[in-house]
Structure formats: C-alpha cells, structure tokens
C-alpha cells in the first residue's frame, strides 16, 4: 500500500508524545495571552490557546449507532481539538459497516485534510482507506482496530488493546468471586466487542456464556437479557459492553427477579450514579474523550509539524482503567462534564 505520506522511522517514539504534545500546544497558548505578546511573534503556531495556522477540514467517521451516548464524549474531546486548532470538523456515523465505507470515500471526494476513522468492521474499510492513502489524505484511527491499523496503512491509532481490557474484567470477576458470567455484545460483528468478551473468557475461571442483543433496540436489549436470566438463575454477572446496555441490564435484572450482579466496559455521567447506588459493580473505562481529541489533534500536528505519536508504529493506548466505588466520586465530576 502506498504510504508516501508517511516516511518510515528507524526508530520508536514512546506513545506519550501524543500527551506530551498537545500539553504543550496548550502551555504555549497560556503563556502567550499573559505575555503582553502574541505566541505567533515568537514563531510559534498557537496564539492565546488557538492556532493561527491555516484553515484546515477534517472528517470524523465512526460506526456509531443511534442512541448510543458513549459516541457523544468522543465527539466532544474531537470537537475540543478542532476549536483549538483551527478545524472545521465533519462529523459522521453509521453502523452499517458499507454505509461507513461509504462516508469516508465521501470525505476523499470533498479533498479532506485528514480523516480520522473506526475500524470495528476493518475488512470492509480496507479499500476506501487504500483510496484514502493514494489521494495523500492522512488517515488516523481511534477507538476500534488496534490489530489492523498498521495492516490498512493508517498513520497513528488511538484507543485500547480490547483484549488486554477483556484479560483484566476477567481478573475482576475471579476477585471478586464470579462464577457463571453472560457478556452482551450489542452489535454482531463488530471485532473490538468480539475481544472484550474473548479476553475476559479467557482469564475468567468460572463459565462465560455469549449473549448477542440487538444495541439498537433498547427495549429488545432489555428483553433478551431479562430471557437469558430466567432461563439460567445460575448467572451470577451480567459483563455488558457499553454504559447504554449496562444501565438497561440493571433492569433486565430487576424484572427477571435474578441476583446477577453488573459490570460494563465504557463509562458515562448515568453510569458514575449507578455505580454509587451499587446498581453497577465496576466499569473498565477506555477515555473517549481522548481518543476523539488525540486523533484531531494528531492530524493537527502532522500537517502543522510534521509530529507522529507512536513514532507511527506504536498506538497510543487510552485504556483500560477501572472506576468503582473506590474512585467513582473523582470520575464522576468529570464525567459530569461529558470528558469521561
């Protein structure tokens, strides 16, 4: 695949520069306002916390499904980079995995600066990208597609290691004395979601049973997870695989009259409160925020100064980070404000 837009490095960066940079770029911006001088006099790009340099349009395409909130906090940090470096934002979304191939090659044809993208179905995104890389547009990725970044010639990624996740909610579940667990994936297909529930079968000692759901019916959500609890009473945890579907499992719960106990993968403002209540026992928690910020920013950086987080062979990893009783109630003031 063609890369040229991409020069190889002989050496490795460590994935934190992506942190360390975009500090920086915000750093600059403070300490010009205070100065009495604008940061572009000194050669810099960033004047009071913004970007001087050119316009630039960038188009964000994830598989989101409708309703699904966890999609918003991505969103937001995107938007939060794209205010501070000067970017018109293009955002857009289908679950659909043609449909989202779809909207990237619209990208490519509306001559983007950059594109940032989900790989939860990467085999159908794999040509558009091609086309994508031959038109010399950068193309990062987020959130889903650690195992196939590289292989479709993306430049950065930005997310966790699913199946490190999937390892340690198992440990979890084993602490905490699980001994027959159901993991619901919401959307059939989808790989990341696939190895969440492979990594926790695969360090979790007692039985995991696989459950598909429709994620985008609700009410459907609700009634298979209610069917499979009264159907095994033996279930002792529900693993979900989103905060949406956590919080309607809570009441899958409920009316099947089971002791099954809650955790989820992905966090949200509902989901802190649940986890205070105890209606929820943990949430392994990835950092949407940031993946939508660093992979806006990071196009920023590349086009602007030429910076590769991961020394482009690296990703840089966001997750996975637990949040329970012990921590919730300093999550939750962030979450509070949509940037956990």
């Known amino acids: 695949m ?50 001087s340099t050119p316009r630039m349009t960038v188009a964000l395409v994830t598989h989101q499904a409708p309703g699904d909130t966890f999609w918003d906090i991505v969103r937001k ?32 044809d509306q001559k983007v600066d950059g594109i940032a993208v989900t790989l939860a179905k990467p085999d159908a995104m794999k040509d558009v990208i091609s086309k994508a890389t031959q038109a ?83 009410p459907s959500v609700k009634s298979t997870i209610s069917a499979k609890l009264k159907q095994d009473s033996s279930i002792d945890y529900v693993a979900t695989l989103g905060a949406p579907y956590a919080l309607t499992a809570v009441q899958s719960v409920s009316d099947a009259g089971s002791k099954a106990k809650v955790a989820t993968f992905d966090l949200n403002k509902d989901l802190t409160d649940a986890i205070k209540k105890g209606d929820i026992q943990f949430a392994v928690d990835q950092q949407p925020y940031l993946q939508g910020y660093l992979a806006i920013d990071s196009l920023w950086l590349y086009k602007n100064n030429g910076n590769y987080s ?31």
Request: aromatic letters at 6%; charged letters at 20%.
């Open 2 to 51: 063609d890369r040229t837009f991409h020069p190889r490095r002989s050496h490795r960066v460590a994935p934190v520069l992506a942190l360390a940079a975009a500090s920086a770029l915000l750093v600059a911006g403070c300490s010009s306002s205070s100065g009495g001088k604008k940061a572009e006099d000194a050669g810099s790009n960033v004047s009071a916390g913004k970007a």
């Open 77 to 108: 940090g995107a938007e939060a980079a794209a205010a501070k470096d000067n970017i018109k934002l293009v955002y857009s979304s289908d679950p659909n995995a043609g449909n989202q191939a779809n909207l990237v090659q619209n990208a490519i």
């Open 136 to 218: 010399k547009i950068p193309v990062v990725g987020l959130n889903s597609g650690l195992s196939d970044w590289k292989k479709l010639g993306l430049m950065e990624f930005f997310g966790q290691d699913e199946t490190v996740a999937g390892e340690a909610f198992g440990k979890r579940l084993n602490e905490l004395g699980a001994k027959n667990t159901v993991c619901v994936i919401q959307e059939q297909g989808n790989v990341g979601l696939t190895q969440r529930c492979d990594g926790l079968k695969k360090t979790f000692t007692g039985k995991t049973q696989i459950l598909y759901v429709n994620g985008t019916d609700m």
């Open 310 to 340: 991961g020394g482009g062979e690296q990703p840089v990893l966001t997750g996975p980070a637990f949040v329970d009783k012990s921590n919730v109630d300093t999550i939750a003031t962030f979450a509070a404000n949509g940037t956990r």
